[in-house]
């Protein structure tokens, strides 16, 4: 004989609780379980009190296909005389924006929606996560010195991040993780938590490395370094200059030093200008000779020319070879980006002196801005994905993990499409300028809100062991869910595709 025991569900009730006579409903979407007043919100803002219900206070976002919907229509279920079927045929994608998250992990997910996509049965799981392990890595289109590698970042005086490696043309910068949200002071969590959304969201945030510079940053924007906006990310390394654009110059010039806190370029010591059969002209270059026409660290780095410390060219020419030097000899000094240039011209005691540059070599140095590209601050969200999370997609985690490692599953967050690291856990990588504006928020443990979005075919997603007995039509999400309903804008790949 066996009996069976019930399992309670309260996945979709609204639990209260009566405080000084005044009834409160009590937020189980997180474990800061807030217990809030008739019209008022919870700690972070995100669910509220609405006539004693327990309500997500934004809709949850839905892309359509149809150009007819094209911007945003907002609030269906209430518009009057709405047959409740505005997309008639229409692919719909349900987000995680505004869906809302449930607590503790076993639940399901709030939202579990099949629909047809190329006469295929599809189910995407929709959630809103919560991340303690997550960052935004931020790239820095700048030459310009920011700081040393592993500094740390300040944002209102707390530590935020670190300055990381520098890549080719910009410097990376690591900010918020899960050290800065739980393993610091509160008030460095709170920051932390808190720049983190703002970068997410895509707002301005400004920053001040430990022996290095100050920064405003926002995605998808120009960044500014000590006040400045930095307009043009170099169109490569010094050396890189001089071999792109050696034919140019040839036989305008004897002589050009590309000034790079990376790699200085020296024209007629480099390959290009031995290709090109130019004679030596003995100029002697600060610094650390690494190959021919190639040096290392001809000044420190700084803010002046191309990333160094100086804003005089000359400071890092250590005079001529009297042997190989010809008086009258044309030399230009540039920058990696064109910004900064100088023309020369040896005089009989070997002294460059300033002189005017003619046409067709400032054409060439115009080119070199011609070809920079505009200098921008862009902003992924780095988070793993891997822990309790996918108790809401299946019973069995690790088959989740395992489906999407498998190309079973397609992730995104906010229907951008992610990156997923190989190996253990669901670590996935998104540009935030691809997901909807403020898709982020947060919660006072402290931890980073993110939409996250698992489609895969019904079938699999029975096999892989999900909460079949939760999943419901996008027509009835339409009927009977607050959405806004935002026109696919075709610059991310569609989920469902
Ligand atoms: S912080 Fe937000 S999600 Fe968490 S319990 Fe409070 S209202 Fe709910």
């Known amino acids: 004989m066996s009996a069976e025991r019930s399992v309670p569900d309260p996945a979709h009730e609204t639990a209260s609780v009566e405080r000084a006579g005044t009834p409160k409903v009590i937020c189980d979407a997180c474990p800061v379980l807030c217990q809030i007043s008739e019209g008022r919100t919870g700690a972070c803002d995100r669910w509220g009190n609405f006539n004693g219900v327990l309500t997500r206070v934004d809709p949850v976002v839905l892309f359509t296909k149809v150009a007819a919907t094209a911007g945003e229509l907002t609030g269906f279920v209430e518009s009057e005389g709405w047959d409740g079927n505005p997309l008639p045929d229409a692919p719909v994608f349900v987000t995680g924006v505004g869906s809302g998250t449930t607590y503790p992990d076993y639940k399901p997910a709030p939202f579990i929606v099949s629909s047809q996509h190329a006469g295929v049965d599809m189910v ?11 960052s935004f890595k931020v790239k820095i289109d700048t030459d310009r010195w920011l700081g040393p590698e592993q500094a740390t970042v300040r944002c209102r005086g707390e530590a935020v991040g670190h300055v990381t490696t520098a890549e080719y043309g910009s410097q990376m910068l690591s900010l918020g993780g899960v050290h800065h949200l739980t393993g610091g002071s509160k008030k460095e969590g709170r920051v932390a938590c808190e720049l983190m959304m703002d970068l997410g969201n895509r707002n301005p945030v400004e920053l ?23 307009q043009r990310m170099r169109v490569g390394c010094g050396s890189a200059t001089i071999g792109i654009f050696a034919r140019q110059w040839y036989g305008e010039v004897d002589e050009v030093v590309v000034v790079d806190d990376h790699i200085t370029g020296v024209l007629t010591e480099h390959q290009a200008g031995r290709c090109l059969d130019m004679p030596a002209s003995g100029i002697k270059i600060r610094g650390k000779k690494s190959t021919p026409g190639r040096y290392f660290q001809v000044a420190n780095p700084g803010t002046g020319w191309g990333g160094t410390d100086i804003t005089d060219p000359l400071a890092i020419v250590n005079g001529f070879d009297a042997k190989v030097a010809r008086p009258g000899a044309r030399i230009l000094m540039v920058s990696t980006t064109g910004e900064d240039a100088a023309f020369f011209v040896l005089n009989e005691d070997l002294r460059m002196l300033p002189a005017p540059m003619p046409d067709a070599v400032r054409k060439v140095v115009e080119r070199i801005g011609e070809n920079c590209e505009p200098a921008l601050a862009t902003v992924l969200f780095l988070a793993g994905a891997g822990g309790s999370l996918r ?35 669901i670590t996935l990588m998104v540009d935030v300028l691809r997901m909807p504006a403020n898709s982020f928020g947060w919660v006072p443990t402290p931890a980073i809100v993110a939409p996250i979005e698992f489609s895969m075919r019904l079938a699999d997603y029975q096999t892989l062991g999900g909460h079949m007995d939760r999943v419901r039509s996008v027509e009835d999400v339409l009927r009977n869910e607050r959405v806004r309903v935002v026109g696919w804008d075709g610059l991310n790949p569609w989920p469902l595709r």
């Open 124 to 134: 995407t799981v929709v959630t809103e996560g919560i991340f303690s392990y997550c």
């Open 208 to 230: 001040a490395i430990e022996g290095g510079a100050q920064l405003i940053v926002e995605a998808g924007k120009a960044p500014l370094v000590n006040g400045v906006e930095e």
């Open 391 to 425: 108790a809401g997609v299946t019973e069995n985690p690790v088959r989740l993990t395992r489906s999407i490692k498998d190309l079973l599953v397609e992730v995104t967050c906010g229907g951008a499409p992610v990156y997923v690291w190989p190996g253990g856990g």
